[in-house]
């Protein structure tokens, strides 16, 4: 495996060891693993990020958990790494310190259900896709719905401030976070935010820790805020010739001030993998748009429109799914995309890049030019409604890295150049962290560090994670 990440200086193997007796001893046998087999799985995410096996392995079941685990990790000055389902792409869940992984998989309970409040309570542990389909059963809608639905957690998911296909229309998961009760390095335990819609009572701290990555603090529970569920959902596919015409259609569609909930695009080197995973898509074309509208009543007008902006910027075909079951088939398709991409190359780093939607073409054009200057394989496809693109490099021998890495650092600038994010859903993690300052400010670090001293004096949560440790680091190459 090749990766990019900063080598960081692991804990003390004594001190780890006392911290782990000392869980042991609180917490009992049963939720402390220690040999090394079973910590293995805990050691990785799904992004290239080395391995790293944790000291330590503490099993979540209760809040009380969380918090004496951080009360003893504090006190024995271990790291601690907070753990959903470990779905992240750039390692915020890898160990990469050392010390306790901090595992709150097993809590999964819902706390509360409320109709009349628009709101569900529940446990970080609950995987995302269940909780979907839980509110829909009643009628209402959780939005949110990253490509890892099936498996990742809602904590995970909370703490990257996680997006997905329908951000476009219903925004991330920022916005739908009402509070939540937390755990602070050292075991105190907070809560903050509300149950109500409007509320300006001091600072915003739900809305600092959201996208902070497990650095700041653990979620113990979370209070989500719901919406009714739209009636009535449609999918269409289209297909061009080339991705040009297809972010044309993106613009077309926008500019006529349709809203689709989602707007997926993917260009050729993506369609490849699709048509090797078993995908039947028409072979002259070279870049598709997965679009979906919903609403309330008849959708056939939104449909006609979003069609006719496909075929004025040039599509090949166009089709709408005819029931559920077609539409199934088309997102299991998207969905799995990924999955499909890895199979293409011996490793994979999916950069998750963010421009205004207008310069999506401009940043395609980019990556072609990228691609065939530097001799890397580079493949996109994304949410093109909100400008987010899941920009893929694929390389078999460890001699092309230098290239590699200078393909991602050159994508990186022209995402900035025009005026785009490093990030859009991944977060920072351990793999952007080298690439942080190409974004901000020397000043806004600093502030962020003082917040992040503020929570967590000792630098014990989550260490290595979005912010390049003062001092020296090394880089590991492979």
């Known amino acids: ?24 001893r609180a917490l009992g046998g049963s939720k402390v693993l220690s040999q090394r087999e079973a910590m293995a799985r805990y ?32 006190e024995h000055e271990v790291p601690v790494t907070p753990r959903g389902a470990g779905s992240g792409r750039t390692g915020g869940s890898v160990p990469v310190a050392g010390g306790i992984v901090l595992a709150c998989e097993g809590m999964k309970a819902v706390k509360e259900l409320s109709r009349e409040d628009l709101l569900i309570v529940v446990e970080p542990g609950m995987i995302t896709g269940e909780l979907q389909a839980l509110v829909e059963r009643e009628g209402l809608f959780y939005p949110p719905d990253p490509n890892s639905l099936g498996y990742c957690a809602i904590g995970g998911n909370v703490a990257e401030n996680a997006g997905g296909p329908r951000a476009f229309k219903y925004g991330v998961t920022r916005e739908y976070v ?50 009714p569920q739209p009636p009535e959902v449609a999918t269409l596919l289209a297909l061009f010739p080339d991705v040009a015409r297809a972010g044309a259609a993106v613009a077309g569609i926008v500019a006529a001030g349709l809203v689709p909930r989602c707007l997926e695009l993917v260009d050729d080197g993506a369609l490849l993998a699709l048509r090797n995973n078993g995908a039947a898509i028409d072979a002259r074309a ?43 088939r088309l997102w299991a398709a998207r969905r799995e995309l990924s999955p499909a991409i890895r199979k293409l190359a011996r490793a994979k780093l999916s950069e998750d890049i963010v421009v205004p939607r207008s310069k999506v073409p401009a940043l395609l054009a980019a990556c072609d030019r990228i691609r065939d200057e530097e001799r890397v394989r580079m493949l996109a496809y994304g949410h093109a409604g909100d400008g987010n693109l899941h920009v893929n490099f694929l390389w078999d021998d460890d001699d092309d890295l230098p290239r590699v890495e200078r393909a991602i650092e050159r994508t990186f600038h022209e995402t900035l150049a025009l005026r785009g994010t490093l990030s859009g859903e991944h977060g920072i993690g351990v793999l952007k962290a080298p690439y942080l300052p190409l974004e901000q400010s020397p000043e806004l670090i600093a502030l962020q560090k003082r917040i992040k001293h503020a929570f967590d004096p ?21």
């Open 1 to 24: 495996m090749i990766s990019l990440q900063p080598d960081l200086p692991r804990v003390a193997t004594a001190r780890a060891e006392r911290a782990v007796l000392a869980l042991d």
């Open 43 to 74: 050691s990785r995410d799904e992004s290239e990020t080395l391995p790293a096996i944790p000291d330590g392995v503490v099993l979540a079941a209760t809040a009380d958990d969380i918090a004496a685990c951080l009360r003893i990790c504090e």
């Open 178 to 227: 009402l509070g939540c009760e937390a755990a602070l390095m050292g075991g105190t335990r907070i809560r903050a935010g509300k149950r109500t819609v409007k509320g300006v009572t001091g600072y915003d701290v739900v809305a600092t820790m959201v996208g902070s990555e497990g650095t700041l603090a653990v979620f113990t529970e979370l209070t989500l805020r719901l919406i």
């Open 286 to 328: 070279h870049a598709l748009l997965l679009i979906e509208v919903d609403g309330t009543g008849d959708l056939d007008p939104q449909l006609e429109r979003v069609g006719e902006a496909c075929t004025t910027a040039g599509a090949i075909d166009v089709v709408v799914a005819q029931d559920s079951a077609q539409r199934a």
């Open 458 to 478: 000792k630098g014990l949560l989550n260490p290595g994670k979005i912010f390049l440790p003062d001092g020296p680091v090394s880089h590991r190459a492979c």
